[in-house]
């Protein structure tokens, strides 16, 4: 029998694990993609709210927390080089009136590499499964919540609508290149064939899928020597020693509940 | 993008003269104001000669570049023939755009912002679209250009394209007729406005005219 036995049911876990969710520092991610004439460079931050506690005790032992909303915002920098364009049109002759024969000079079209940046905002929701871990760190007890196995993120919404937004950038650069218009529709083909709903997809899930696996949500800390002040002014406070923490899911009371036990020694 | 505007040249546009007298003209290259320049900050020059008995007329292509504070030319002192043309244009494509202004012996004024005799001015048009051009000097030459787009996922339609860029459009502007006042091409294809006869002619799209309104 342990010396400290403390306990949270569902309702109490929900107020803590959705404070707890909120209140984690923002994630960033970066990353390097390139598809067919372009790169982009991708600086991506995320947040975490919301969610649904349901503490499900062995033998599937996990707290389970729906409705995890992910909220991100990227920033991307399209780098695109246009030189798969050049092209030079045929020198024109014609004799004209009042002046004669001339052929115009030949025009070639070199394209320049341009840059293209992009801000893009979105949620995903999610649900996880995540388990009680205990660790002791230094002489800080801590008890989280950690991520079991890697939920599925939902991101095809996202990634159309990310593609969507770097198509009218994209668009709205190749405009203001000088003599592009011969070529814009050809460009704009091959740029959107380059670039797909399953890339995005690809590079959008390699960012916050990692985010989302290495979550870890504060349920308790405590440090080793533990303060008790006394009841009354006529004692003085004494210190305790947490010599174990452990973290476990029970319905033994006939209730879902995180139990956390601990003994101690002076 | 590239305007359709005599007055701001880019490297899809050209202009050309055709120089009938002997004698010295100076010349400049510079952006809008380049007509407004004291005469003695002419730093180009032409030298038509007079021509031989059996020569023909020949083409001097004068090429336009940026530097530093303004434009050179890659032939800064040309000699040429009467009757000979000189085509002004800028190979790169981030020239910005620039105009061409100069005054011979006899206080006679070229230039593309105001072409008068034996001159033209080439633009190539980069986009689809209908073109509505007129006089930005105040002039009543007008006209239409219109032009058709390429499907380039038909191999033919891009070989059919391809022919057509070979083939120049030409609208003579003689004072204020215009011949034809319409013409349709496809995209990429140049058009040569060949002017004579007019007291100054910016041939401009009339949307840039209005937004200056």
Redesign the interface.
Do not use: P
């Given at each position: 029998m342990p010396d400290i036995l403390t306990a949270v049911d569902e309702t109490a876990a929900n107020v803590i694990m959705s404070k707890e969710i909120s209140s984690l520092a923002p994630l960033a991610a970066s990353r390097n993609s390139t598809f067919g004439p372009f790169s982009i460079e991708w600086e991506l931050s995320a947040s975490f709210s919301q969610g649904t506690i349901d503490i499900i005790p062995p033998p599937a032992d996990v707290i389970r927390i729906a409705g995890v909303r992910l909220s991100y915002h990227a920033e991307l920098k399209l780098t695109l080089d246009l030189g798969f364009l050049d092209f030079c049109l045929p020198q024109v002759c014609v004799t004209l009136p009042f002046i004669g024969r001339v052929c115009t000079p030949r025009v070639c079209l070199s394209f320049p590499t341009i840059e293209v940046p992009v801000s893009h905002s979105s949620t995903v929701d999610f649900t996880a499964d995540v388990r009680p871990s205990v660790t002791l760190a230094g002489d800080e007890w801590k008890v989280e919540a950690v991520i079991v196995g890697v939920p599925q993120l939902v991101l095809g919404p996202a990634a159309t609508a990310l593609l969507g937004v770097i198509g009218g950038a994209v668009t709205a650069a190749l405009l203001l290149v000088p003599a592009i218009g011969p070529l814009l529709a050809l460009a704009s083909a091959v740029i959107l064939a380059s670039l797909t709903v399953a890339n995005l997809l690809g590079v959008l899930g390699a960012l916050l899928n990692p985010l989302v696996a290495g979550l870890r949500i504060p349920l308790y800390k405590s440090p080793r020597l533990f303060e008790i002040l006394p009841a009354s002014g006529q004692d003085s406070a004494v210190f305790v020693r947490l010599d174990s923490v452990v973290a476990t899911l029970d319905d033994s009371g006939g209730e879902d509940e995180l139990v956390l036990a601990i003994d101690i020694s002076s | 993008?590239?305007a359709l505007d005599s007055r701001a040249l880019?490297?899809?546009d050209?202009f050309?003269q055709?120089f009938s007298k002997p004698g010295r003209t100076r010349y400049t290259v510079g952006g809008p104001l380049a007509a407004c320049v004291e005469t003695d900050e002419l730093p180009f020059s032409i030298t038509v000669q007079r021509p031989g008995d059996n020569s023909a007329?020949r083409?001097h292509?004068v090429?336009v570049r940026q530097v530093r504070g303004g434009f050179t030319v890659a032939t800064p002192q040309l000699e040429i023939a009467a009757?000979d043309?000189v085509?002004w244009?800028a190979?790169a494509?981030?020239t910005p755009p620039y105009g061409v202004w100069g005054l011979d012996e006899s206080d006679g004024s070229f230039s593309s912002a105001a072409l008068r005799?034996?001159?033209?001015y080439?633009h190539?048009?980069?986009?689809a679209g209908e073109y509505a051009w007129q006089d930005a000097n105040g002039g009543t030459a007008c006209g239409v250009v219109r032009v058709c787009?390429?499907d380039?996922?038909d191999r033919k339609a891009c070989e059919r394209w391809?022919e057509e860029?070979?083939?120049?459009s030409?609208v003579?502007v003689?004072g204020s007729k215009v011949e034809p006042a319409e013409l349709s091409v496809v995209?990429?294809q140049?058009v040569?406005f060949?002017?004579?006869g007019s007291e100054g002619l910016a041939i401009t799209d009339t949307s840039l005219i209005r937004l200056s309104q």
């Open positions: - | 993008m590239s880019t490297s899809l050209c050309g055709r007329q083409q292509d090429e009757g043309v085509i244009h190979a494509a981030d005799d034996a001159a033209f080439g190539v048009f980069g986009a787009d390429v380039s996922r391809r860029l070979k083939q120049g030409i003579t003689e995209v990429g140049t040569l060949a002017v004579a």
